[in-house]
């Protein structure tokens, strides 16, 4: 026996009683106990199970499996032998947590764990009442290194030739019901992307996952380069200004972004992308009433690190991401990241040299710290800030200038715009605080603190013409402090959530209108007609969601949620001559009218509660029913006008000269949705396929519909401005299939260790509206649809992947070619036959070769290889039918388009 054994052999025989009065059987409770003592593995603190690490352990006996996931994990597992005795694992590889690791391991019993002590995970069967942390204290007495004898009693084991092998798709573990749950679990329409599946894909930033999500849309917003304009199951919201909320929440690490401003997030140093389909709000932050977007970071890892990702490709396109872990004692770290995304543009200004039209020039980071001062506690303070100084985005026309006889240009992604003021810039911080306290072996008690600020420059020239026919140019400014708190619960048959949320918020726009062509035409020489919004948000809510475990089979969650939304709007029209107002440049002077001078106060207040019934027949299916309803609180129309007011109360007085006309003109009403939804989630082929089907009808009543129209101010024929009107449109329907699944089809097709698998995402919508009152009183439900939202969506991607050795180094090669098609995509609710864009496919393929110690990764990634042009936005200021101008002469009907055919290639390398 070596010197190491001797010293330790007699401690090694008393941990061995120990487990065996403790009922945690024999020399394989001991080894795994021992495993994580090893020199060359640091032990995993109380959130190492978090973060990703390299796992590889073949298909074998779930014992062998444990010892090696032990060992690659550095997490001391106790189980015991007749748990583990007689079971399989299923083979898994790749970078994963060790609770994504667990889930997979553990897939195919009926076994379940749960972290007990810093670095301990103990396994039970399903429905059992958990360990309680004090049957950790006797293991922790184990030796600092393992009894050589015993490893290799296991070793011996784990190399004995397997009776079985079974492949699996991965499971991914979400956060969509604020637990740790496996996708199969969560009785809610949810698709979770990991940050390798990302990376493998080639994904450049958070729109790209709309090819992969069914019934989503996800788009940068008309003439920007950075706003988001998010659609799930027909809910959204299209207009980024100040006072309309928007319909799909987006979060970072669980901060709700307030704006859509600066909400196009790259993709860089992330772990996950979770989109949750379907009301929200009885689990977390802000009441979303189409769905959320959930945005996870990475964890910092409990080694030193560092990551390194260089990109480059078409249209001089480079990318740089370096991303460091730094542990700076046993229980602090500090991680970051800084990246840089530089690209010519797609097209040109051919009016203003210097300028290219969608390139991208954005500058960001990332900055964390993590301190665990006890083994119950963790807090975590990050910041983050991006700016983004891209060229402006100007759009496309369709139709020749009818003034001017301007002709349409070849190139969809060039410009003829003439508007460069201010300059265009957005700028994006924030800075959040997380405290979580496991107050015991049941309860946790999270805080989450924030602060955000937002402050965009954008010239938006509406006509695309060098002539100031419709320029709009625009400052946004935005701030928001949020405070939730969270006590978490989670025992043998209790789990849940209930909490508190609070937001003050501040959104402010002031833009210009100018309409220098009609102006001249009626002698008013750089007509303005100028709009300031400032609009306060002072909201809070309570909330709560439980899960009761019927029987081994049967969950039954309940939830609700109050909100309480209070919005105090200031609205400001003004009209001057002489071109740009003071905000962009121009000189101070007295407006030659003021339309609208608005300041008004309104609270909305609702409950919307949720329930779902789940039956689990056993552990690879789960068949739910849900039913949820979500909320949108009311608001002023930020772009109304007092001056277009009608006579509401029938008094024979309208317009500024009544006030209560005016309020009740700007004000909008909250808007409600009920949502009905049944589905099955399932794993059949010994974990070779797994889908998602879920099947849901939605009442959706009151829906908010922003919209702008031409008025004339001075009473001489000509609509000199535009106004917004906001109506709640009435009533609408809407239902839906979705099915997502992957299927693991072949092993060893293109060689030993070879395999193929599918994935496909399917979704069909039907959604219409009941009643529709538009801006003049006249029901138009036979007319309207939904905008951004198509019928169908779809997508289907293989994944080819090899053993492949490269330059002495073994790794992997993947093969990834990827298909997804939208059908006919609504701009607006009235169709426009011009700008609304028919059905079409992409085509995309990536080929990825990484390491099989994960240090190398090296990726080339075809995107749009057919080249599509196709619309994802646009303005419409002319009239459908006849294509003539409603608002200024030139007519404005202009169109923003997706990226066309790119080949990017990757490398990334962790030191």
Do not use: C
């Amino acid at each position: 026996m070596s010197e190491f054994a001797t010293a330790h052999a007699g401690t090694s025989v008393r941990i061995r009683a120990l487990l065996r009065r403790r009922g945690l059987g024999g020399s394989l409770a001991l080894a795994l106990a021992l495993a994580v003592m090893a020199p060359q593995v640091v032990t995993a603190g109380s959130h190492g199970i978090r973060e990703p690490v390299q796992i590889r352990i073949p298909a074998q006996s779930l014992d062998s499996a444990l010892l090696a996931f032990s060992r690659q994990t550095g997490l001391s597992v106790m189980v015991s032998g007749d748990l583990a005795k007689g079971r399989l694992a299923p083979t898994i590889e790749g970078r994963l947590t060790p609770i994504e690791a667990l889930q997979m391991l553990l897939s195919e019993s009926d076994l379940d764990f749960r972290l007990v002590g810093k670095g301990t995970i103990t396994i039970f069967p399903k429905r059992d009442e958990r360990p309680r942390a004090t049957r950790v204290s006797m293991l922790m007495e184990a030796p600092a290194r393992p009894d050589p004898a015993a490893l290799q009693e296991l070793k011996q084991s784990a190399q004995q030739p397997r009776t079985e092998t079974t492949n699996t798709i991965e499971q991914i573990v979400v956060t969509a019901r604020r637990r740790e749950e496996s996708l199969i679990d969560v009785p809610i329409a949810v698709t979770a992307i990991s940050g390798s599946e990302l990376e493998d894909l080639g994904a450049v930033d958070i729109t790209d996952i709309n090819q992969m999500v069914p019934n989503v849309t996800i788009e940068v917003s008309r003439g920007t380069n950075t706003t988001l304009t998010p659609f799930i199951r027909g809910v959204g919201q299209q207009d980024p200004v100040a006072g309309f909320e928007q319909g799909v929440g987006v979060y970072i690490d669980d901060v709700y972004l307030n704006r859509p401003q600066g909400a196009v997030l790259d993709l860089y140093d992330v772990e996950r992308v979770e989109v949750l389909r379907g009301p929200q709000g009885t689990l977390y932050g802000r009441n979303t009433i189409g769905g959320a977007i959930k945005y996870v970071t990475r964890k910092i890892s409990d080694e030193p690190e560092l990551r390194l990702k260089l990109s480059g490709g078409s249209y001089r396109q480079f990318d740089a991401v370096a991303t460091f872990s730094l542990p700076l004692t046993d229980t602090f770290k500090m991680g970051g990241t800084v990246a840089r995304f530089t690209r010519d543009g797609f097209g040109d200004n051919l009016n203003l040299e210097g300028l290219e039209n969608y390139n991208k020039d954005i500058l960001g980071g990332r900055l964390s710290f993590e301190w665990t001062p006890r083994d119950d506690l963790f807090i975590r303070v990050a910041g983050d800030w991006t700016d983004d100084n891209s060229d402006p985005r100007q759009g496309h026309r369709l139709i020749p200038g009818a003034f001017s006889g301007a002709p349409v240009l070849k190139n969809v992604f060039d410009t003829r715009a003439g508007l460069n003021n201010p300059k265009a810039n957005t700028v994006n911080r924030g800075v959040s605080g997380l405290i979580e306290w496991d107050i015991n072996s049941i309860f946790t008690l999270k805080n989450i603190v924030a602060y955000r600020d937002n402050l965009s420059a954008l010239p938006e020239d509406f006509d695309s013409l060098p002539v100031a026919d419709l320029d709009v140019p625009v400052i946004y400014k935005d701030h928001q402090f949020t405070e939730e708190a969270q006590l978490l619960f989670q025992s043998a048959r209790w789990s849940g959530v209930a909490g508190f949320f609070y937001m003050n918020a501040k959104a402010f726009n002031a833009f210009d209108v100018i309409l220098d062509e009609l102006g001249s035409l009626i002698s008013l020489p750089g007509l303005n007609a100028f709009t300031l919004g400032d609009v306060k948000t002072d909201t809070w809510s309570l909330f709560f969601d439980v899960t009761y475990a019927l029987s081994d089979q049967f969950d039954l969650s309940v939830g609700g949620r109050y909100t309480s939304d209070k919005r105090t709007s200031r609205i400001l029209r003004e009209t001057f001559l002489g071109g740009f107002s003071e905000y962009f440049g121009g000189p101070a002077r007295a407006p030659i009218l003021v339309t609208t001078d608005f300041l008004g106060s309104k609270t909305f207040q609702d409950f919307t509660p949720r329930a779902s019934l789940s039956w689990k027949p056993d552990d690879n299916q789960n068949v739910y029913f849900s039913f949820s309803q979500g909320f949108k609180g009311g608001s002023f129309d930020p772009r109304g006008s007092a001056q277009a007011a009608p006579d509401l109360d029938g008094d024979g007085v309208a317009g500024p000269a009544d006030p209560e006309d005016v309020f009740n003109f700007l004000l909008f009403k909250p808007e409600t949705i009920t949502t009905y939804e049944v589905g099955h989630k399932g794993a059949f082929l010994d974990g070779r396929f797994r889908h998602s089907l879920a099947l849901f009808w939605s009442i959706y009543k009151d829906v908010q519909i922003p919209g702008s129209v031409g008025v004339d101010t001075d009473g001489d024929g000509l609509e000199d401005t535009f106004v917004g009107i906001t109506s709640n449109a009435g009533r609408a329907r809407i239902r839906g299939v979705e099915w997502e699944a992957d299927a693991h089809l072949a092993d060893d097709l293109f060689g030993a260790g070879s395999s193929l698998k599918a994935h496909w995402a399917i979704g069909y919508i039907d959604a219409q509206f009941k009643r529709f009152i538009n801006a003049f009183g006249v029901d138009i439900a036979d007319q309207a649809t939904f905008q951004n939202t198509p019928k169908w969506t779809a997508s289907v991607s293989l994944t080819a992947s090899a053993p492949l050795e490269v330059l002495g180094t073994p790794g992997n090669i993947q093969l990834i070619p990827l298909v997804s098609y939208r059908s006919l995509t609504h701009q607006f609710e009235i169709s426009s036959p011009l700008l609304d864009q028919p059905g079409y496919a992409l085509f995309d393929v990536s080929l990825v070769w990484t390491s099989d110690d994960g240090r190398w990764q090296v990726g080339v990634h075809g995107r749009n290889l057919t080249d599509k042009r196709y619309i994802v936005s646009g303005f419409d200021f002319v009239n459908d039918e006849t294509l003539a101008p409603e608002l200024g002469l030139e007519g404005t009907l202009t169109a923003f388009y997706g990226n066309p055919r790119q080949v990017i290639g990757t490398v990334t390398i962790n030191f």
